[in-house]
Each structure stands twice: as structure tokens, then as C-alpha cells.
């Protein structure tokens, strides 16, 4: 990257944010008409009732849990690539940093609505707020549903520290570079950034600080979201595995997005010189290790479940391997370990496309990992004669399908107003010491503010 | 402190649903119709399971009344992020209807499969909706409901015998399933007294519990089928 100037790397990254041409337009109009479907679906839903969904006695969660489960672990991208790689100090993740943190706080957003949706009275949601009521109840802190919602708040909070903390300098760089409302914008979201080493130190440590405490939290909320399964006496649900497992899961799933983002960015863009095939490269031999220890853990949960042989375990096991259910987890199996293991374990493959391909398999994959947990264990619950059948209705597969779309809506949005790579850290990475970083000299004193 | 239980005789039970039907009536359980009760919406806080045994021509049928177990150590209590589902002090696993939002999460919780969730507003075929019990509050949509062991009935009982000042008298109350139930196969009562019919049939060495295993802790007490 040594022939990029500072000046083309701030006109390359702001030019998203200043030019806007009519495929923005008709892309966030495609895709807001899509979120908006998925709107009206949901008030369907409340007004006639939750019957029009597929969930039925005895399998109470279905598509929406799944979803919940899903979005939540791929917002496990950005803290753990991003935090992990700043605490490491990996000099190629700079471009990466924020396209990842921006998945967390999206995916977590819209994973975060899915238990508000599945609810039966979603307008009595609050009622997990602890607050001094007129009830004098508290929330049940014994149920793992409570403790969700706040690792799903704290970790949203943290997390969108973490993303904000960085873009700071950057907003000073746009603010420097634009005109009349825009600027004025930026001037505000910049909190007033000079670049001076105060203010950079001050970043510095904050970056620091936030980074190490964000990696617990990504760790504890995954667990977390595990435990609404492993403390349900249900079959296959009661694992000790289940927390490790998650959050491995959660990882692995991140990453794929990460990728698919990037390759997105890159192409509609025009980011070819920043993001590499290089980080591509290194982000296929983190999936591929994630694919790896997947297997470890489907393995060992599988055979474990085979040995102990209880019969209600043996059930769902059955319904799983070989019974109903079999055909998609053998496409999960496929999706998740073969095509992975393939395509990132031959350096041959492991390009920009076959980690697309690769990526796109893991995504369906952990979907229907999600999928593939609940509702068979769901559907053959120890007594034979409540055995059930779930058939997910239009309103679901719509509410479900279009949190895709939101995801890119959102992402697309967001690439308009902040610079998706960041700018200084970018910069950082240009100079050989830490000390010598960009202070803003060139470009953020030229227009200082009063 | 009372503690209510059950004993369900699966020697006396002939699957006739009687309990079913009464249990509908008493609670102001809305009937769903054939359609959704296709769709797994059917509410039957009791239900008689049917099994098989053998090869036709040489068939046995053995039925089993299920319903809430009124566990010890239920694991639909613990789940609930909002106490709608939680334990009485004479035994109960209380649904507080008003509470609930609807996550589900208890039914899932639930081995028995014995809750049920309100899929739509309730609604009955004119003119069945003038024999609604007024001591049963309705159900609205996206609210989990289950056997309660007719609380009303016990309540009710309660009061009437304070009024009178005396003791309530075992086999005063019966649930609207024990009071259906022709050939005698449930009982209920206080297990607290060791003198009452049900806790005597809980001792009997026929006695067993519905996936005791999973360590719920039952109150209702199932005596084993030997003819």
C-alpha cells in the first residue's frame, strides 16, 4: 500500500460519502421496500393474531428464535476479528476493522427485534425492563430470557462504543472536506477532533480499554443466548457444549459475513486497492479454522449424545441423522465443514471467489445449524404422543428473509455517511511508528473551527 | 399447608374423554375447530393419550390422562422472565395470565407438553358462549394457559369452609376432571395429609411418575395398569 498518499486515500474513502449516483438510490429503494414488506407482515401478525405463523403445540419457537440465534451470532464479526486483531496488533486488519464492527452493531440490532417479534404480546415487552412499577414485580433474574436481555444491551452499548470511538478522526476528515449542511453534520458527529496528542492519546486508550472489555462481553453473550437452550430439560438441548459451541459457531458465521460484506464493498465501491486479496487470504485461514473447530464441536456433541443412548435423546438424534430432518443436516454438514475445508484448505482456492462461495455456504449452513437445534428437539419432546410437525407459514419466511435485506439496507446506509475504512487507522499503518501517526496535519487544521 | 396432588388410576381409566370435555367447560377452554386444531392449536389442558401394544389382530390400548403435574421442581417456573409462571405455597404451578408475554419459553421448558398457548382471541359457536363459568377469567391472544387444577374450585372451597368453621374434608373438592370421571380414576386431594384417599394411593407400590427421571418431582401420582 506504500503508493497510496494520504490525499488519495482521503478522496478514495470519502468519495462514497460526497458522490452519490442513481444505483444508491434504486438499491435502497429495492431494499427499503423490502424491510418495509417485512413491516407490515409483523403487524399482520400482531393484528390478526399469532396464529398466523407456523409455530404450533408443541414446537413453541421456531423461525423467529432461529433468526434471533443467527443474527445474534454474526454480530460476533466485529468485536472478535476487530478486537482481537487491534489487541494483536495485526497491521492488516485496518482496512477490515470497521466494515467487521459495523456487522456487529447491524446483526445485533436486528437480531435483538426477533425476541420482540416471536412474542406473544410484543407490546408488553417492556415488562423486561427492571423498573419501579405499579406491578411491584421485578423480572424473573432466574430466567435465561432475562439475562439475554441484558448481555444483548450491554454488548449493543459496547459495541457501539467500540464502532464510534474510531470514527471520530474520520468524521474530522469528511467535516474537513465538505460544504454547508454536510459539513455542519460532520462538525457535530467530529465532537470537536483536532488531532492533537492529547486527543490522541486519549483515543489510543479508550481504543485499548474497549477492546479488551469487549471480548468478554462477545464471549458471555453468545453463552448466554446458549443457555436459553441448555437450561430447558429438553433433548439435546441439555449440553454442557452448548456454550463454547455458540460462541465457536457465532464466530465462524461472523466471519463468513465479514467476507461477504467485504466482497461487497469492494466490488460496488471500487475499494480493489485497500481491501486486498491479502485480507481475504488471512480472513479464509480464520475460517477455515473456524470450520474446524465446528466439526470438533458437532462431532463431539453427536457422539456423546450416541453413547449416552437415552432414549429421548435418541429421538431427536434419529430425526437428525438419518429420520425427517436428515436432508438438511447433511446440507449444514456439506455447507458448514466440506465446502469450507475444501475451498480454504487448498491456497488454490482460497481467493477472493472461493472465499465468497465458501462464506455463502457458511451462512446457510449456520442458519440451518440454528434451525436444526430447535426445532427437532422441539418436535419430539419425550412423550410420543405429543410428537409434532412445524411448518413455517409466509409471514415468518417473509419477517425472516427480509432481515437479510435490512442487514444490506442498513449497511448500505451507513457506507453513505461514515467512511466504511477507516482513514487514519489506514494512515496509521503508512508510518513505521506509533508516534509518527497522522496528526491531522495536512488536512484537519485546514479548516479549524472556533 | 396443603399440598395438592393427584393419583390417576390407569387400571380404572377407559379413555372415554369425559375429563377432557368437563376440563373445556369448567375452565372456559374456546374450542379452536378442526382446521387449526390440525395446525397444533388445540387447548387440552387434560388430554387421554392413546398407545398401542401389539400387532393387529392382537391389540392393546392403554390410555393415560395427561395433565399439568403440578411439579415440585417445575421447569417452566425458573424459565419465565416475568413470574407469570410460578409455584404456590399449597403446591401449585400458578399461571398468572395477565403477567405472561408470551415468549413461550415454559411450554418448551415443559416435559409433559401440558401448556398451551392462545394462537388467537378466544371465541365460541353461538350460543356456547352464555355457559362461559364466571369464576374463570378469559384468555386474551399471545397468553401461555394450563391446567390449574381447577384453583377456583379449590379457592372456593377454601372459603366456603372458613365460613363454616371447619376443616376442609377430604374429597370436598374435585377438580371438574375428577368429578367427570365415571369409573373413578382420578382422585385428588391434599397429599400434606397422610390420611387422604390421594396420598394413600400415592404410596401404593403401583404408584409411578411421569418421567420421573427428568427429575420434576410430580404431584400427580400414576398407579401402573395390571390387567
Redesign the interface.
Given at each position: 500500500m506504500t503508493d497510496l498518499t494520504s490525499t488519495r486515500i482521503n478522496n478514495d474513502l470519502t468519495r462514497p460519502l460526497l458522490q452519490t449516483s442513481w444505483r444508491f438510490y434504486a438499491l435502497a429503494a429495492a431494499l427499503g421496500s423490502i424491510v418495509l414488506t417485512a413491516l407490515v407482515a409483523w403487524m399482520s401478525q400482531a393484528y390478526?393474531?399469532?396464529?398466523v405463523t407456523?409455530?404450533?403445540?408443541?414446537?413453541?419457537?421456531g423461525f423467529y428464535v432461529t433468526s434471533f440465534v443467527f443474527w445474534i451470532g454474526i454480530s460476533h464479526a466485529g468485536t472478535l476479528i476487530s478486537a482481537i486483531l487491534r489487541l494483536v496488533n495485526a497491521g492488516w486488519r485496518r482496512p477490515v476493522t470497521r466494515c467487521a464492527e459495523v456487522i456487529t452493531v447491524f446483526a445485533l440490532m436486528i437480531g435483538a427485534m426477533f425476541?420482540i417479534i416471536?412474542?406473544?404480546?410484543?407490546w408488553?415487552?417492556f415488562?423486561?425492563v427492571p423498573y419501579p412499577s405499579e406491578?411491584m414485580?421485578w423480572?424473573?433474574f432466574?430466567?435465561?430470557?432475562?439475562w439475554d436481555?441484558f448481555a444483548i444491551n450491554t454488548y449493543l452499548i459496547g459495541s457501539v462504543l467500540f464502532l464510534l470511538l474510531p470514527m471520530i478522526p474520520d468524521f474530522a476528515v469528511v467535516r474537513d472536506h465538505s460544504k454547508g449542511l454536510r459539513h455542519r453534520m460532520y462538525r457535530v458527529l467530529a465532537l470537536g477532533w483536532r488531532g492533537t496528542p492529547k486527543q490522541w492519546h486519549r483515543l489510543e486508550t479508550a481504543m485499548q480499554i474497549m477492546a479488551i472489555a469487549i471480548i468478554p462481553v462477545a464471549v458471555s453473550v453468545h453463552t448466554i443466548v446458549s443457555f436459553?437452550f441448555s437450561?430447558?430439560?429438553?433433548p439435546m438441548w441439555q449440553s454442557t457444549i452448548f456454550g463454547p459451541y455458540f460462541v465457536a459457531g457465532a464466530i465462524f458465521s461472523g466471519i463468513a459475513a465479514l467476507i461477504l460484506a467485504m466482497a461487497a464493498l469492494r466490488r460496488f465501491l471500487q475499494l480493489q486497492a485497500y481491501l486486498q486479496p491479502l485480507h481475504f487470504d488471512n480472513l479464509g485461514k480464520l475460517l477455515l479454522l473456524m470450520a474446524l473447530l465446528w466439526g470438533y464441536f458437532v462431532f463431539n456433541e453427536r457422539l456423546v449424545v450416541y453413547y449416552g443412548n437415552e432414549p429421548a435423546e435418541m429421538a431427536v438424534f434419529w430425526r437428525t441423522q438419518r429420520e425427517s430432518f436428515a436432508p438438511l443436516y447433511w446440507t449444514m454438514v456439506v455447507c458448514n465443514f466440506a465446502v469450507p475445508l475444501v475451498l480454504m484448505g487448498i491456497r488454490r482456492f482460497r481467493t477472493i471467489a472461493g472465499c465468497v462461495v465458501a462464506s455463502f455456504a457458511v451462512v446457510v449452513g449456520m442458519w440451518l445449524e440454528r434451525f436444526l437445534i430447535i426445532v427437532p428437539s422441539?418436535g419430539a419432546?419425550?412423550?410420543?404422543?405429543?410428537f409434532?410437525i412445524y411448518r413455517p407459514q409466509p409471514v415468518e419466511m417473509i419477517i425472516a428473509g427480509a432481515t437479510f435485506a435490512a442487514m444490506a439496507f442498513l449497511y448500505v446506509l451507513f457506507a453513505k455517511v461514515v467512511p466504511i475504512i477507516s482513514i487514519w487507522e489506514l494512515k496509521a499503518g503508512e508510518h513505521v511508528s506509533r508516534e509518527s501517526r497522522p496528526s491531522v496535519e495536512e488536512s484537519h487544521l485546514g479548516q479549524v473551527q472556533p | 399447608m396443603p399440598q395438592w396432588g393427584m393419583a390417576a388410576d390407569l387400571d380404572r381409566c377407559n379413555g372415554c374423554g369425559a375429563c377432557v370435555v368437563a376440563c373445556h367447560a369448567e375452565n372456559n377452554i374456546s374450542t379452536v375447530g378442526p382446521d387449526q386444531a390440525a395446525r397444533g392449536r388445540a387447548k387440552h389442558w387434560i388430554r387421554v393419550e392413546r398407545y398401542w401394544e401389539g400387532e393387529f389382530p392382537d391389540v392393546r390400548v392403554k390410555f393415560r390422562p395427561v395433565m399439568c403435574q403440578q411439579c415440585g421442581n417445575a421447569p417452566c417456573e425458573p424459565v419465565c422472565p416475568t413470574y407469570a409462571s410460578h409455584h404456590t405455597e399449597d403446591g401449585l404451578n400458578a399461571q398468572v395470565y395477565n403477567r405472561c408475554i408470551g415468549t413461550r419459553y415454559c411450554a418448551n421448558a415443559c416435559p409433559y407438553s401440558v401448556r398451551f398457548f392462545d394462537f388467537f382471541n378466544p371465541s365460541w359457536d353461538r350460543p356456547l358462549q352464555v355457559q362461559l363459568n364466571p369464576d374463570v377469567s378469559l384468555r386474551e391472544v399471545g397468553v401461555m394457559e394450563k391446567c390449574t387444577f381447577c384453583v377456583q374450585r379449590i379457592r372456593g372451597a377454601q372459603i366456603q369452609a372458613k365460613a363454616e368453621g371447619r376443616e376442609l374434608r377430604d374429597g370436598e373438592i374435585q377438580p371438574a376432571c375428577v368429578q367427570s370421571c365415571a369409573p373413578r380414576a382420578l382422585v385428588f386431594g391434599d397429599l400434606a395429609n397422610p390420611e387422604s384417599e390421594v396420598s394413600r394411593l400415592s404410596r401404593s407400590s403401583r404408584g409411578v411418575k411421569l418421567l420421573e427421571h427428568v427429575g420434576t418431582e410430580p404431584a400427580v401420582t400414576y398407579l401402573a395398569r395390571l390387567s
Open positions: 390478526y393474531g399469532f396464529g407456523g409455530i404450533r403445540w408443541p414446537v413453541y419457537w425476541p416471536h412474542l406473544g404480546r410484543p408488553l415487552a415488562w423486561l406491578r414485580i423480572p424473573n432466574r430466567s435465561p430470557l432475562v436481555f436459553d437450561m430447558a430439560p429438553v422441539l419432546k419425550y412423550l410420543p404422543y405429543t409434532g | -
